[in-house]
Every structure is written in structure tokens, then in C-alpha cells.
């Protein structure tokens, strides 16, 4: 299994570009993800989604969109990307809707914002 | 809002000697999650401690759960250079709150 699988690894936008960071899954898991990972500030929860059609806020969403249209992908976009969205951003899953379940991470995409 | 404390920050020692990294807060957890990141690459979870006085050993990490499920640590004996990652702790209460992170470098 490929597990989280993430692209583009790398990527650089201009202020005010928008773009999509992909997040494809093959476990067939309920619960995906987006964080964002900034030195000295840990993993913060963007956006989840607990199935195919419902997704909600996590605890920085604003400036980024998300869609749940497959059990399998998770798409994040930026409308207007700003310098301060340079950051890691992981997608992660989970069997179950169960905070307690291990989280599956991709490899994550680095994205600059000049 | 539920917050985890991780230190130190930051740990460079030699090949062979013994570390532990703490994770704590003021909260109450459910259970608490480790997981390692090594560079360029996602969290990988190493083991889950949900009892309060929990020890569980993973070849040589050690991994404890204190008695009121508000903090952990991680002991490492005899570090190997293939330890050298971030260390990361998650705690589980009304929703999974990650840690800062360690990061430990093991030098040969």
C-alpha cells in the first residue's frame, strides 16, 4: 500500500496565486486531514473531514478551502496565497472518526510564499 | 484550551549516551501519542500510552504516561545516530493537540 500519498513536494507562489496540494489515501480511511507545521509551533489542524461529503474547520482555516468529494481524496486550496502561509503542510488519516486511532502522515509538501 | 509543553527543544549528544524528553501540560489526556519525523518526511507514530502509570518499551525507547495523564516522557538508552529525528508528542482530549517537538541529533 502507498499509504498518504501528498503532491508536489515543493512548491513556490507568488502572493495572490492560488494552487491546489493534493492528499490521496489508499486505506480506505474515513478520517483525513490537513496541519500545517511552522518551527517551534508543532502540528495545527487546518481543515478534517470525517467521510465523503463533510468536512469541517480545524483550528487555523482561514485562507485555505477544502473538499471531500471521494473517500480517497482531500484536496487543499489556497484562493490567495500570502507570505504567511510559507509552511509544511501535512495530510494525515485515520481508520475512524476516534481521536485516540493512530494518524498516517504523507511526506508533506514545502510551500513558499515569496 | 489544552496546550503540550515539550523540552527541551533541542538535544545534541554522543553516540551511546542515555536521554529522556519530556512532555507535559496542565490537562488531562485521554491517552497520549509519540510519533518520530525525520527530515523531509511525515510523522510516524511509535506508540500510544492511554493508563495513567503506563510504561511500555520499544527495543530501547521507553515511553511513560504520568500517574494523572497530564505528562510523559521518553527515555532513550544507548542513542544511535539513527535516532536523530523530531520527537513529537499528541495528547488526546476533547480533540488530538501535538506538541512542539524535540529535536535530537546523535552524533557518531
Known amino acids: 500500500n502507498a499509504g498518504v500519498t501528498q503532491t508536489p513536494k515543493f512548491q513556490v507562489l507568488k502572493t495572490g496565486q492560488s494552487m491546489t496540494l493534493q492528499c490521496a489515501q489508499d486505506?480506505?480511511?474515513?478520517?483525513m486531514s490537513w496541519y500545517r507545521q511552522d518551527p517551534g509551533m508543532g502540528l495545527r489542524l487546518i481543515h478534517y473531514?470525517?467521510?465523503?461529503?463533510?468536512?469541517d474547520q480545524g483550528e487555523v482555516p482561514n485562507g485555505y478551502n477544502v473538499s471531500r468529494s471521494t473517500t480517497e481524496d482531500f484536496p487543499l486550496r489556497l484562493l490567495s496565497a500570502a507570505p504567511s502561509q510559507t509552511s509544511v503542510y501535512f495530510c494525515?488519516?485515520?481508520?475512524?472518526?476516534?481521536?485516540?486511532?493512530?494518524?498516517?502522515f504523507g511526506n508533506g509538501t514545502r510551500l513558499t510564499v515569496t | 484550551t489544552q496546550l503540550l509543553e515539550q523540552s527541551p527543544q533541542f538535544l545534541s549528544i554522543q553516540e551511546g549516551e542515555n536521554l529522556t524528553v519530556y512532555c507535559n501540560s496542565s490537562?488531562?489526556?485521554?491517552?497520549l501519542q509519540w510519533y518520530r519525523q525525520e527530515p523531509g518526511e511525515g510523522p510516524v507514530l511509535l506508540v500510544t500510552?492511554?493508563?495513567?502509570?503506563e510504561v511500555k518499551k520499544l527495543k530501547r525507547l521507553t515511553f511513560q504516561f504520568g500517574d494523572a495523564r497530564k505528562d510523559s516522557s521518553l527515555h532513550i538508552t544507548a542513542a544511535q545516530p539513527g535516532d536523530t529525528g523530531l520527537y513529537l508528542c499528541?495528547?488526546?482530549?476533547?480533540?488530538?493537540?501535538f506538541g512542539a517537538g524535540t529535536i535530537l541529533r546523535v552524533k557518531s
Open positions: 494525515a488519516s485515520r481508520p475512524d472518526r476516534g481521536i485516540y486511532s493512530p494518524l498516517h
Open positions: 486505506m480506505n480511511h474515513e478520517y
Open positions: 473531514s470525517v467521510g465523503a461529503g463533510i468536512t
Open positions: 490537562s488531562v489526556f485521554s491517552s
Open positions: 500510552v492511554v493508563t495513567g502509570g
Open positions: 499528541a495528547g488526546a482530549g476533547n480533540k488530538l493537540v
